[in-house]
């Protein structure tokens, strides 16, 4: 993989996995998916492997990842959901015409038509964002922690009490702030 890339945040949970697409929104964002192969990288790694993309395509993408961290972060903070959001999801969720089909050793996979393969891949998280912010699915939505990220998140945790929306970056960079802040106190150096 190209060193220009960043590398993706996956998680369980397909629909936060794609809002993480863009990460540190409130600090000096990153954006996981710049072009349209980035995209189609992103959707192989995912399970949703496409052919190609173009930009109006990558555009769409955006726009769903978008509406879906807004209706996300309205119900991680039981606020009313955005109703441009909700649209949004709504019409990638119905013109996707991706099935699910279980394979030989009885897992599901997506298939996707060979027609308009990204919309139907854009159909699949839309349906899994409408999953989680609807209740569906065992679980809650969240907010990061951290300042600079405070992407929402899809805790499955039996507490549900997680805080980070990975512990291997939000996590560890709050930790290390923390501790660094603590040193500083003892040798008396910061406040």
């Given at each position: 993989m190209p060193a220009e890339f960043p590398d993706f945040r996956l998680g369980s949970v397909l629909a936060t996995s794609f809002t993480a697409t863009l990460t540190?929104?409130?600090?000096d964002a990153v954006e996981r998916i710049p072009t349209p192969h980035?995209?189609?990288?992103w959707l192989a790694v995912s399970g949703l492997a496409v052919d190609s993309c173009t930009t109006a395509q990558l555009e769409l993408a955006r726009e769903?990842?978008?509406?879906?961290?807004?209706?996300?972060?309205?119900?991680a903070i039981q606020a009313t959901l955005p109703a441009s959001a909700v649209q949004v999801i709504?019409?990638?969720s119905a013109q996707g015409r991706a099935a699910a089909i279980?394979?030989?050793?009885g897992k599901r996979r997506w298939q996707l038509s060979s027609a308009s393969a990204v919309?139907?891949?854009?159909?699949?998280?839309?349906?899994d964002a409408i999953s989680i912010i609807s209740?569906?699915?065992?679980?809650?939505?969240?907010?990061?922690a951290s300042p600079t990220c405070q992407a929402a998140f899809f805790d499955t945790s039996q507490s549900r009490t997680r805080r980070?929306?990975?512990?291997n970056t939000c996590g560890n960079r709050q930790k290390k702030a923390r501790f660094n802040a603590n040193q500083r106190k003892k040798s008396g150096t910061g406040a």
């Open positions: 540190e929104r409130r600090g980035r995209l189609v990288d769903l990842r978008e509406s879906i961290h807004a209706a996300a972060t309205a119900s709504n019409d990638r279980l394979t030989p050793d919309e139907d891949a854009l159909g699949v998280i839309a349906a209740g569906e699915r065992d679980g809650r939505l969240a907010l990061c980070w929306c990975d512990m």
